[in-house]
């Protein structure tokens, strides 16, 4: 059980464009889902906490207009990087927490952007 | 939130049993401990999570002292597979909807 799922695993897009990744608890329903970057070599860093049917709450020096955060059902959250530029290529991962009495996240396979 | 250290790096051979230590001097008391392995290009895995004592499961052991300002990962007989990087968070159980803060975690490569 616990499984958290991302799509697409991978994107290429040209500078300019936007680009949005999914994240799916297969099988709970999650209230709150994360959301964090990761560049190579480097840990994972917080970029916001989506909750379920509320806006996102986003971490010190993320654009919020730049990445949109949406969590439209309990098993769904969605990251839009908007107009992405060269600088946003990252590996982007997303987790969610089985429940709320617990602090164990489960983290999906990530996405790889890489913007030309 | 509670900050993490651990060593950067750890080498070890097939066969042998590791143990990376990882300090959290300010842990508060709903704090638990919680640690993740991750393999290149993929998210965290969970590996165990404790809040006192110690605590094993089928892939790890986790040892942690009375006055938890510290706790230990233990991986018995490493394999090649094992290598990766293993970090160590610590989080308030009860608080929800809080994300757990990721450090610099610890790179474990296993040697033949």
């Known amino acids: 059980g616990a499984v958290v799922s991302q799509h697409p695993s991978r994107v290429i897009c040209k500078s300019g464009t936007s680009v949005k990744i999914e994240c799916r608890s297969l099988d709970f329903q999650a209230t709150t889902m994360f959301w964090y970057r990761q560049f190579p070599k480097k840990s994972l860093m917080l970029m916001a906490t989506s909750n379920e049917g509320s806006k996102a709450t986003y971490e010190q020096g993320v654009e919020k207009d730049k990445f949109l955060i949406n969590h439209a059902s309990l098993t769904l959250s969605t990251l839009t990087v908007t107009s992405a530029h060269p600088e946003d290529s990252s590996f982007y991962i997303c987790s969610a927490k089985l429940a709320e009495s617990t602090d164990t996240q489960y983290f999906g396979p990530g996405t790889r952007l890489t913007v030309l | 939130l509670a900050k993490t250290t651990q060593p950067i790096s750890m080498d070890s051979y097939e066969g042998q049993e590791v143990n990376i230590t990882c300090s959290h001097n300010?842990?508060?008391?709903?704090?638990?401990i919680t640690w993740y392995q991750q393999f290149p290009s993929q998210g965290p895995r969970f590996i165990i999570q404790g809040y006192k004592t110690k605590v094993t499961n089928e892939v790890a052991s986790l040892f942690i002292p009375a006055d938890r300002k510290s706790s230990t990962l233990s991986l018995p007989r490493v394999s090649l597979s094992d290598t990766a990087v293993y970090y160590c968070l610590v989080g308030d159980a009860h608080t929800g909807r809080r994300a757990l803060t990721f450090g610099s975690g610890t790179r474990l490569q296993v040697q033949p």
């Open positions: 300010n842990i508060a008391t709903n704090d638990y």
